[in-house]
């Protein structure tokens, strides 16, 4: 999906499309990326929580 998007912005870039064509492509490469994050957190979240540590978890793995 990001390849396609990326294609898209890359055809308007090429054919000189409006600042508000643009921002649209962005745009919609901004939102799948933000979903595509929200997904990872919650995945790696999930994972965390199991982790059976020595330690404090924010101290073993930095501020996540």
């Known amino acids: 999906m990001i390849a396609h ?5 890359q055809a ?3 054919a ?3 600042p508000p064509q643009l921002d649209q492509h962005l745009e ?3 939102a799948i990326m933000e979903n595509h994050f929200r997904y990872e957190e919650h995945a790696l979240s999930q994972v ?3 982790l059976a540590l020595d330690t404090d978890p924010g101290r073993a793995l930095g501020p996540l």
Do not use: D
């Open 5 to 9: 998007l990326l294609s898209g912005l």
């Open 12 to 14: 308007a870039v090429e």
């Open 16 to 18: 000189a499309a409006s």
């Open 28 to 30: 919609g490469i901004a």
């Open 48 to 50: 965390l929580e199991t």
